[in-house]
């Protein structure tokens, strides 16, 4: 059965969403097309944060508060690598290596990331398809205004996003072809909705975005695409966004977002605190709380992205 709703996903904000959608429809109906621009080796491992934090989420063993990781974990590996002298900037728990070390061990057999996350969603007991971007290697890369290029978990954890921003490269993008499962999903006729989840538009969602065909096989599809803002009254729930506008001197509000995806929405989901905005916008748009504090806030966010596409879609 192929899934008739496809959400685009970075890591913690996108994930909460996506775990909404899983509950609120057949789970098998959700496929979720994560960013794969933050994956890097770290200590000879094949890291996914983006896939873990989906993975883990939906799976309903993520630590809610961390907002990555696994909830209950213990750090005794870390704590143990930091005696010895190793790196100890990218915390890795004891529960947790074992997903990096089967996916690296799995690529290393000569498996495609795409075939390695269905194999992992499956031990799991994910029902929903977790689709990576991309099979190809693209990474992130922040140019700072000092000139440095930084990977992007140096750039985010390692520096803590403290650089300022000058640009992002997807450094390979331009060789790496889309999922292949994803470009079946969006010829399916049934297709419902493609939802932008409220992950940030320049490090979440523009490498998804930057694999070639991408973009024109999302536009060609016959489904409503609708996007979340991840910005509520000017600020990020999560991670460095509203930074990142101020350091490219936009507007620090959800205006800012919806003009980055323009051209390819059919409608934008903006917070109530927002109200006010909605006027600015040249698209429909919907007001309700995004912030999704509790379970109810995710199925409910979902519910409403939901029925806002399928009023588009008519
Ligand atoms: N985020 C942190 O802020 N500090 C960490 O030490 C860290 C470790 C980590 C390990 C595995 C993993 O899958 C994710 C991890 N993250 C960590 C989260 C990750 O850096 C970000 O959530 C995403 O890259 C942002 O989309």
């Known amino acids: 059965m192929s899934a008739r709703v496809i959400c685009l996903s970075g890591g913690v904000g996108g994930a909460k969403l996506a775990l909404g959608l899983y509950r609120v429809l057949?789970?098998?109906?959700l496929a979720v097309l994560t960013n794969t621009g933050d994956d890097f080796e770290h200590l000879g491992l094949h890291i996914s944060p983006d896939l873990d934090t989906v993975m883990y989420?939906?799976?309903?063993?993520?630590?809610?508060?961390?907002?990555?990781?696994?909830?209950?974990?213990?750090w005794t590996f870390m704590e143990q690598l930091q005696r010895l002298g190793g790196a100890s900037w990218f915390r890795l728990g004891d529960g947790d290596l074992a997903i990096h070390m089967r996916r690296t061990?799995?690529?290393?057999?000569?498996?495609?990331?795409?075939?390695?996350?269905t194999e992992l969603c499956r031990a799991l007991a994910i029902q929903a398809s977790v689709l990576p971007m991309s099979d190809d290697p693209v990474q992130t890369v922040v140019v700072t205004a000092d000139g440095r290029e930084l990977m992007f978990q140096h750039y985010l954890v390692r520096e803590m996003a403290e650089p300022v921003a000058r640009e992002f490269k997807f450094i390979g993008a331009e060789r790496a072809q889309p999922n292949a499962g994803l470009l079946a999903l969006l010829n399916n006729p049934e297709l419902r909705a493609i939802i932008i989840c409220p992950s940030n538009p320049f490090v979440s969602i523009d490498p998804i975005l930057a694999v070639p065909g991408m973009l024109d096989a999302l536009k060609a599809c016959n489904a409503p695409i609708l996007a979340v803002s991840p910005l509520v009254a000017g600020r990020a729930i999560k991670g460095p966004l509203a930074k990142m506008l101020a350091e490219q001197q936009l507007p620090l509000n959800a205006l800012s977002v919806a003009n980055h995806y323009q051209g390819l929405l059919s409608g934008f989901i903006l917070d109530e605190l927002d109200a006010?905005?909605?006027g600015s916008l040249q698209i429909p748009v919907r007001i309700t709380n995004t912030?999704?504090?509790?379970?109810?806030d995710r199925e409910n966010l979902a519910r409403t992205v939901l029925e806002f596409a399928d009023e588009l879609g008519r």
């Open 276 to 278: 006010e905005l909605a």
């Open 26 to 29: 057949n789970p098998w109906d």
């Open 291 to 296: 912030v999704m504090q509790s379970l109810d």
């Open 57 to 74: 989420t939906l799976a309903g063993e993520n630590n809610t508060q961390q907002g990555w990781g696994r909830a209950d974990e213990t």
């Open 105 to 117: 061990e799995l690529l290393r057999q000569g498996k495609k990331l795409s075939e390695v996350t």
